[in-house]
């Protein structure tokens, strides 16, 4: 198993600023994972961070805007950058865990309210 | 396109009243097919992952089965500690450690 911590657990912050969210896993781990879930909505991946490697984003998420960086095998950070009310969302890491099971972990997310 | 759909949005059982929830899904190659139960405020708690149709597992109240084309989540004998959403998603032969969520479904269950 793989138990995950984040922070912040939450903030609010101004329109046009940026946060940096940190995720931490207790083991280490290949592939770590960013999931947004907008107010009411269901999880929607973001990227992709392996460590060594350029993050993967899905289609509609871009760099520029939500920077990730992977600097070890039980860390990752994602920031949103430039933030609108719009980015208001819980934000989640991941990571899978394969074996006779492929179980994947989710951490407690870091709810984001932009004003 | 790849496609997690589940059903109802919503669901309000009396304790004890026994039902299921449906994961409808249209993807290129299956790899699992991952059962979540979140709580307000929380991240996703892992339930259950199935590989093959015709595969079935069990926690407590909870068994989840699958199909070629869907799955099943059945909540036995609910009771309030039940409620939930429930969210169903799936990971593609060619996108390892990626989840496709459905939209989850909310479970009440009153006393």
């Known amino acids: 198993s793989a138990v995950i911590s984040q922070k912040p657990s939450r903030d609010i912050c101004q329109r046009g600023t940026s946060l940096t969210i940190q995720c931490q896993v207790d083991s280490q781990v290949t592939m770590m994972f960013w999931y947004r879930q907008q107010p009411g909505q269901s999880l929607t991946l973001i990227a992709t961070a392996n460590q060594g490697s350029e993050a993967t984003y899905e289609s509609g998420f871009v760099i520029d805007k939500f920077p990730i960086s992977r600097p070890n095998l039980t860390f990752s950070t994602l920031t949103v950058s430039n933030m609108s009310p719009e980015d208001s969302s819980i934000y989640l890491c991941s990571t899978t865990t394969s074996g006779a099971q492929e179980t994947q972990y989710f951490g407690p997310g870091t709810r984001l309210l932009v004003l | 396109e790849d496609q997690v759909t589940q059903s109802p949005e919503a669901l309000r059982l009396q304790e004890g009243e026994s039902s299921s929830l449906n994961c409808s899904y249209t993807?290129?190659?299956?790899?699992?097919l991952f059962w979540y139960r979140q709580d307000p405020g929380k991240g996703p708690e892992f339930l259950f992952t199935l590989y093959s149709a015709g595969e079935e597992k069990e926690k407590e109240r909870l068994k989840a089965t699958l199909t070629k084309k869907e799955s099943f989540l059945h909540i036995t004998a609910p009771k309030p500690e039940d409620s939930a959403t429930y969210l169903c998603?799936?990971?593609?032969?060619?996108?390892?450690?990626?989840?496709?969520f459905g939209a989850g479904t909310q479970v009440v269950v009153t006393p």
């Open positions: 998603a799936a990971m593609t032969t060619d996108s390892w450690g990626k989840l496709q």
């Open positions: 993807v290129s190659g299956l790899r699992g």
